[in-house]
């Protein structure tokens, strides 16, 4: 969040707006960054809850497999945001694609999830 609201100060973006216009934006480097910024955690806020219920899940049977991929996807997810923040303005946000493994290793944590719900049902 303090990223999130120092990017918006720089772009004067006032509350409660929760992205620069698209004029703005395309004008100036600084809207084009918070747009960016906003994105990438609104794209956290919906993919930390699920990574964290298959970690949550995982851990009970593999937690050595769990804290890696957990890892794996903290990792991938502020390389993420860090990359989208300092994305070029070319409007296609190239720098997220530093953070992709972070959703095959949320994947992989829902996946095994599942198969440890699958056991703990079945036992």
Request: aromatic share 14%; proline share 8%.
């Given at each position: 969040m303090p990223y999130v609201n120092r990017f918006r100060s720089?772009?004067?973006?006032?509350?409660?707006c929760a992205y620069a216009s698209a004029?703005?934006?395309?004008?100036?480097?600084?809207?084009?960054?918070?747009?960016?910024?906003q994105r990438a955690?609104?794209?956290f806020m919906e993919h930390h809850p699920t990574a964290l219920m298959g970690l949550l899940i995982a851990g009970l049977r593999?937690?050595?497999?769990?804290?890696?991929?957990?890892a794996a996807w903290i990792v991938g997810?502020?390389?993420f945001a860090?990359?989208?923040a300092n994305s070029p303005m070319d409007g296609k946000g190239?720098?997220?694609?530093?953070?992709?493994?972070?959703?095959?290793?949320?994947?992989?944590?829902v996946l095994l999830a599942?198969?440890?719900?699958?056991?703990?049902i079945t036992s």
């Open positions: 720089r772009a004067a973006v006032p509350y409660p004029e703005a934006a395309r004008t100036s480097p600084e809207a084009y960054a918070f747009n960016c910024v955690h609104g794209n593999y937690p050595l497999a769990a804290s890696a991929l957990g997810r502020v390389l860090v990359g989208y190239r720098g997220r694609y530093r953070g992709f493994f972070a959703l095959p290793a949320e994947a992989a944590l599942g198969w440890v719900s699958v056991g703990i």
